[in-house]
């Protein structure tokens, strides 16, 4: 994660035009947006502030608070200025302003309360996912529907699954949707645990072995999946379109419930009550 934050500013400015904030664009532009003048300008800190802000360089600049790092109001203009949502908002104060080193969250269990809700929850498939997507623990329906049980533990990762899994993309349709999805996740959740070594090095083992995740990494996009709806297509069940929620678990800020909540009645609904049946009868 060296240099994320100059990365993620520099992607940012080059997505906004100078017409778009009411500069007039003139001279030979080197890069595509906003110049690093135009942004410190807009934002009201000095050239030369902004400047060491982009390269990672502590600013000697008087808007920095007590701790050194920096301050609100200036992550605040700068985010205003590149049109930043909440979320990459966010990120910008994660990447800014990171975590001590050694900071890093420890090894992820499911509390023993958390699996019993799960296993209550027989008619929806859900499972646990850490900070970095790596699957914790889940219910039978979630089992019969992704077969978390079957390959080993190193593969009960999400982004592992979505990118080198031959099988991806015939579990998801529109797979290139997905794969957009979890990277943005993913580097949203990175630059909240930069002090995790682990996280990067599935970053690091994804790049090399994925040329797409490559490709959307270098995006520097930044999204939390937090609700939604996916398509999967099972090879026993078909097509199934499953609403999904996420829950945070208290006691455990890393974790996160991702429950599938199709409407009752619906035909996903159907399909996966006789998804449970066979996987019951499989079992037995």
Avoid at 98 to 119: E, I, T
Avoid at 139 to 150: K, T
Avoid at 176 to 186: E, F, N, R, S
């Amino acid at each position: 994660m060296d240099g994320e934050l100059g990365d993620f500013l520099r992607s940012r400015r080059a997505r906004i035009q100078p017409e778009e904030v009411g500069l007039p664009s003139y001279g030979r532009r080197r890069v595509p947006g906003l110049r690093r003048e135009e942004v410190a300008q807009l934002a009201g800190v000095s050239v030369d502030y902004y400047v060491r802000l982009e390269q990672g360089r502590g600013p000697g600049d008087p808007s920095r608070t007590k701790s050194g790092g920096v301050s609100d109001a200036v992550l605040d203009a700068v985010a205003r200025v590149l049109r930043l949502d909440e979320a990459e908002h966010a990120y910008l104060r994660a990447v800014a302003r990171p975590r001590r080193a050694g900071s890093a969250p420890a090894a992820s269990r499911v509390r023993p309360g958390v699996q019993l809700l799960l296993d209550g929850m027989d008619r929806n498939p859900a499972y646990v996912l850490d900070h970095r997507m790596d699957v914790l623990g889940w219910n039978a329906l979630a089992d019969a529907l992704l077969d978390f049980s079957g390959p080993g533990s190193d593969e009960r990762n999400i982004p592992r699954r979505v990118f080198l899994d031959p099988t991806a993309r015939d579990l998801y349709p529109n797979w290139a949707a997905i794969a957009g999805q979890t990277v943005a996740h993913l580097r949203l959740q990175a630059g909240h645990h930069p002090g995790d070594a682990a996280t990067g090095e599935l970053v690091a083992e994804l790049s090399r072995a994925s040329e797409d995740f490559r490709r959307l990494w270098a995006d520097h996009l930044v999204k939390p999946c937090d609700h939604g709806v996916k398509h999967l297509r099972h090879p026993v069940t078909g097509l199934l379109t499953l609403p999904y929620e996420t829950l945070a678990i208290p006691g455990a800020p890393d974790q996160t419930i991702v429950a599938y909540t199709p409407d009752p009645g619906s035909e996903t609904a159907e399909r996966l009550a006789l998804l449970g049946s066979w996987a019951t009868s499989r079992a037995g």
